[in-house]
C-alpha cells in the first residue's frame, strides 16, 4: 500500500504543478495586452560635431514627452511618441585662417554664432516588453522627423528638419491598478542641423542621450 500511496502523491502533486503553471501562463496572457498614455521628464544630452570648417555645439537641456503605447504581444507594440525640448546651438569657425588677405576684404576666422532654438519630435515606434508581476521591462526602436526651429526675433537663421533613428529601453513599474512609473532611456541619431545662414552645418552624426523619468495611465 506504501507505494500506491507514494504513487498517488506524485500524480497529485504533479496534477497541482500543471494546473498552477496553466493559471500562471494564462495571467500572463491576459496581462501581455496594454494600452497606455505616459508624461515623462527627461534630460538631453548632446554631442558636439565638427565638419565644412564648422564646429557645431548643441547646449544639453530638458524636455518633456508624451508617449500612446499599445503592447499586443510580448514581442508586438507600437507607439507614437512627440517630445519637446530646447535645442540651442553654437557655431564656430575651425578651418585654417588664409594668410594672405583679400583684396578689400576682413582678415581672420568669422565671429561665432549662436542660435536659440526649440526642437520638437514625432516618432513612430516598435515596442518589445514583458509583464512580470507588477513589472514590465520594455524595448524600442523606430524612426521619426527632428525639427529644430530657431525662436523668433533672430536674423541669418533657418528651420532644420532631419529624419532621425530612435532607440531605447526601460521599465513600467505598476504602483495602482492603472497608473505606474516608467523610468527609460532613449537615444537620438540624426545629423547635426543648419540653422544659421553664417555658416555652413557640420553636415555629421550626432547623438542625442535622453534619460527619462515619467507616468503612464493604463487604459
Not at 75 to 91: K, L, P, Q, T, W
Not at 182 to 194: E, I, S, T, V, W
Request: glycine share 12%.
Amino acid at each position: 500500500m506504501k507505494p500506491t500511496k507514494a504513487l498517488l502523491l506524485m500524480i497529485g502533486l504533479a496534477a497541482f504543478g500543471c494546473v498552477a503553471s496553466s493559471a500562471q501562463v494564462g495571467a500572463a496572457v491576459r496581462g501581455a495586452s496594454q494600452t497606455d498614455v505616459a508624461v515623462s521628464l527627461y534630460g538631453a544630452f548632446n554631442g558636439a560635431t565638427s565638419g565644412n570648417n564648422t564646429a557645431q555645439s548643441p547646449s544639453n537641456a530638458a524636455g518633456g514627452i508624451v508617449e500612446l503605447r499599445y503592447i499586443g504581444s510580448p514581442i508586438v507594440g507600437f507607439e507614437a511618441a512627440y517630445s519637446f525640448n530646447r535645442a540651442n546651438e553654437d557655431y564656430s569657425y575651425n578651418g585654417a585662417i588664409p594668410l594672405v588677405c583679400p583684396v578689400g576684404g576682413t582678415c581672420g576666422a568669422p565671429a561665432p554664432v549662436s542660435v536659440h532654438a526649440n526642437a520638437h519630435e514625432i516618432s513612430g515606434d516598435w515596442v518589445a516588453s514583458l509583464g512580470i508581476a507588477n513589472l514590465r521591462p520594455f524595448a524600442l526602436a523606430g524612426v521619426g522627423l527632428l525639427l529644430d526651429q530657431p525662436t523668433s526675433g533672430q536674423s541669418n537663421t533657418s528651420t532644420s528638419t532631419k529624419p532621425v533613428f530612435v532607440y531605447g529601453a526601460g521599465l513600467d513599474w505598476g504602483l495602482l491598478p492603472h497608473i505606474g512609473l516608467r523610468l527609460q532611456y532613449r537615444g537620438n541619431l540624426y545629423k547635426a542641423p543648419d540653422l544659421t545662414t553664417l555658416y555652413t552645418s557640420t553636415d555629421a552624426f550626432t547623438h542625442t542621450a535622453e534619460p527619462m523619468l515619467g507616468a503612464y495611465f493604463r487604459f
